[in-house]
């Protein structure tokens, strides 16, 4: 029984052993990449150490994170200078389009106007010769009227002699 619970702590120690094998493997590439950037950061410190001072700066990282920020913040304020010209831009934009849109519709409305003025003048002109022509056929029509009256007249008169 002493032997079976040997057996079973030293298989809980294995497992821990693979367990912390396993964080190593994780954690050792971090480590030597921290320690390949304290190295590197360490060397750029004693290259860049009088230019940081002349600066005032404590080291090239800290020189390097200002001009992000002010990168940063140079491009934030670009774009809402941009933001500001499209606002301003665009009602101009949308009131040209709409104001270019409207001076094509007069000018279709106007070409629809010259073509039914021209219509308008053909019809009267149409208009006038059929009133020229009614005119002149007034006095025809009144002379067939009484000519029609006087015959039917005599057809009357005959119908009563044939009737009798």
């Known amino acids: 029984m002493v032997v079976k619970d040997d057996l079973l702590r030293i298989a809980g120690i294995k497992d821990e052993l693979k367990h912390i094998d396993k964080e190593l493997k994780t954690v050792s590439p971090e480590l030597k990449k921290a320690a390949r950037s304290t190295t590197a950061n360490a060397a750029e410190d004693a290259v860049f150490v009088l230019s940081c001072c002349k600066i005032g700066m404590a080291n090239t990282r800290e020189y390097e994170e200002r001009q992000l920020k002010v990168?940063?913040?140079e491009t934030q304020a670009r774009l809402q200078f941009d933001t500001q010209i499209a606002r301003l831009t665009n009602p101009?934009?949308?009131?040209?389009?709409?104001?270019?849109?409207?001076?094509?519709?007069?000018?279709?409305l106007d070409?629809?106007?010259?073509?039914?003025?021209?219509?308008?003048?053909?019809?009267?002109?149409?208009?006038?010769?059929?009133?020229?022509?009614?005119?002149?056929?007034?006095?025809?029509?009144?002379?067939?009227?009484?000519?029609?009256?006087?015959?039917?007249?005599?057809?009357?008169?005959?119908?009563?002699?044939?009737?009798?």
């Open 111 to 164: 070409g629809i106007i010259n073509a039914e003025q021209a219509n308008l003048a053909k019809l009267q002109q149409q208009k006038a010769a059929a009133e020229q022509g009614i005119a002149t056929s007034e006095p025809a029509l009144e002379n067939l009227k009484e000519e029609l009256a006087m015959l039917e007249e005599m057809l009357e008169e005959k119908a009563k002699v044939v009737s009798r």
């Open 71 to 73: 990168a940063q913040e």
């Open 92 to 108: 101009s934009g949308l009131e040209t389009e709409g104001l270019i849109q409207a001076q094509s519709h007069l000018t279709q």
